[in-house]
């Protein structure tokens, strides 16, 4: 995307953003509150159209297209919501069926095989028949991440993943973004406060500030950088990397691209 322009009431949250993401990379986005990125995300989304600039995924430019083009274009991404956005009145089950339900023609056989498969790989299949409310922070985001992955999307965006959850549980989440990566080859956005979660996940780490990428980098450069607006960021994340476990190695964006192609071909 370039040149992004989002404007409320005359003043501009994004003003002039430009990002490039490459399939089967993990962009972390992190910003101050107020920055934009959850306007970042909804322009991603095609849930709202930016004022100027090029949104393009794959050959769809996102700002120009008409709306089914929108709409063809969305479904090539799925949303993981901050506050789980799950519907209080339907079971888990009926939950994560809801999108493939609302949106595609599949019938209930094809439907219940891969509701269930999506619950089974999130470890939440024994929770199919609860309600929402009846489950704990953690589940609820397994959950969410289930009903955004069995659309088969090939861009998941993240809205702070681990924000309320307790470290441990953060972790998990943090190795189920990455499985969702390892096994279903997609690209990932993740916004996130979370700087632990940051450096452990990110291919590359994106600052928001005054409307554009401040910072575009490599986590351990981004957290040891003594650029103005990242430098109080890291600090007050109380993320010491001298004392953090070292990034686990995991396939490269080119390798998860590769065998993204290779099975494309079968
Ligand atoms: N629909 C809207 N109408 C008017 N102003 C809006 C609207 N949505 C967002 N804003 C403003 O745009 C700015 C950016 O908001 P946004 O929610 O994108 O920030 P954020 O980076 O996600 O913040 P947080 O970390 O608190 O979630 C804020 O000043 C907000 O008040
Ligand atoms: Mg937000």
């Not at 370039?2 to 910003?31: F, H, N, P």
């Not at 991440?145 to 702070?160: Q, S």
């Not at 990566?181 to 005054?210: F, G, K, N, P, Q």
């Amino acid at each position: 995307m370039s040149g992004l322009v989002k404007r409320y009431d005359g003043r501009a949250v994004l003003d002039g953003l430009d990002l490039r993401v490459m399939r089967g990379e993990t962009v972390v986005v992190i910003g101050g509150s107020g920055s934009g990125k959850s306007t970042f995300a909804r322009l991603l989304l095609g849930l709202e159209r930016p004022d100027a600039g090029v949104i393009r995924v794959g050959d769809t430019d996102l700002a120009s297209a008409s709306d089914d083009d929108v709409a063809a274009a969305r479904r090539r991404f799925a949303m993981v919501f901050q506050s789980h956005a799950l519907l209080d009145s339907l079971t888990v089950y009926d939950n994560v069926a809801f999108p493939l339900r609302e949106e595609t023609s599949l019938d209930e056989r094809t439907i219940r095989r891969r509701v269930t498969a999506m619950l089974t790989e999130l470890g939440v299949e024994a929770a199919a028949e609860r309600l929402p409310a009846e489950l704990s922070g953690g589940m609820a985001k397994r959950v969410g991440i289930a009903r955004a992955m069995v659309t088969e999307p090939e861009i998941l965006v993240y809205d702070e993943p681990t924000s309320g959850l307790d470290p441990v549980t953060s972790r998990t989440v943090d190795g189920l973004i990455e499985r969702m990566r390892e096994r279903h080859l997609v690209t990932s956005i993740v916004i996130t406060h979370d700087m632990v979660s940051a450096y452990h996940l990110a291919d590359r780490v994106v600052m928001l500030a005054r409307g554009k990428i401040a910072i575009d980098d490599a986590p351990e450069r981004v957290f040891c950088s003594s650029n103005a607006d990242i430098e109080p960021f890291a600090r007050s994340s109380g993320l010491d990397l001298t004392h953090l476990a070292p990034r686990p190695t995991r396939r490269s964006a080119a390798d998860i691209r590769r065998e993204w192609a290779s099975r494309a071909q079968r």
